[in-house]
């Protein structure tokens, strides 16, 4: 796997799917179109994507945890489908979710892991997807991590 994106910046895959367009803003919000697609732009270019081995890519996303460290995504191709997780113990360690927890502290966390459709396993915040419902399942596992990297 050479990356999501081979050839190609984010911003024309983007274009290339049809999310900006090439036929252009219309006439009477053209300042407030350019600006809009200025800041998409700077935001998609906060996505860096590399590869981390024969198998596994690494999502650096433009989002930070709270020790300012950038929240970066590992994907490995199992078969047909991607397997997305975090930096083992990265957000959670032994100490903020194992056996000695409070019994509500873990409800909170199973409530999040349920409503983003995500996993904690080994240390690990994990999902899987298909190639269909990948961004999907990326933005879950980001929007999962920055939650419960507040939470901890």
């Known amino acids: 796997m050479t990356g999501f994106y ?7 895959y983007c274009q290339k799917k049809g999310k900006f367009g090439n036929e252009g803003p219309p006439a009477n919000s053209e300042g407030n179109a350019l600006i809009i ?3 998409i732009r700077s935001f998609l270019d906060g996505f860096t994507i590399e ?9 650096t996303t433009p989002f930070f945890d709270k020790d300012g460290h950038p929240i970066r995504i ?10 997305l997780f975090n930096e083992k113990d990265r957000i959670f360690n032994r100490e903020k979710i194992g056996r000695w927890v409070r019994h509500d502290v873990k409800e909170n966390l ?3 892991l349920r409503r983003f459709d995500v996993y904690h396993i080994n240390g690990e915040i994990s999902t899987e997807a298909t190639r269909e419902n990948f961004p999907s ?4 596992l980001i929007q999962a ?3 419960l990297d507040t939470m901890f």
């Open 110 to 112: 199973k409530t999040v």
């Open 51 to 59: 590869v981390f081995d024969d198998t596994t890519d690494l999502v």
């Open 74 to 83: 590992f994907v490995r191709l199992r078969g047909s489908q991607y397997y």
């Open 37 to 39: 697609e200025d800041e």
């Open 145 to 147: 991590l920055i939650l």
């Open 6 to 12: 081979p050839g190609i910046s984010n911003l024309q």
């Open 137 to 140: 399942r990326l933005r879950n």
